[in-house]
């Protein structure tokens, strides 16, 4: 998860880099570092959701052994 953020930030750090040489100037610069911005929290809202689905899976499925242990095996 770590190394997509980090790819992620590669990515779009060298694609600046590259427009920035290309254009010669500065002008771009909010613009660019607003799109590095968004990226960096697209990535972590992704990594986010997909930690929170997985705990919430966990936990359910703990849950429901409980419930059934509780039960007294389901049968």
């Known amino acids: 998860m770590a190394d997509l953020i980090v790819i992620g930030y590669v990515l779009s750090r060298s694609a600046a880099v590259?427009?920035?040489?290309?254009?010669?100037?500065?002008?771009?610069?909010?613009?660019?570092?607003?799109?590095?911005?968004?990226?960096?929290?697209?990535?972590?809202?992704?990594?986010?959701?997909?930690?929170?689905?997985?705990?919430?899976t966990s936990s359910g499925s703990k849950a429901s052994t409980t419930v059934d242990n509780i039960g007294g095996g389901g049968g």
Do not use: P
């Open 18 to 56: 590259r427009l920035r040489r290309r254009l010669g100037s500065d002008r771009g610069e909010g613009v660019i570092s607003t799109a590095i911005a968004v990226l960096i929290v697209a990535f972590l809202g992704a990594a986010m959701y997909v930690i929170f689905t997985q705990i919430l």
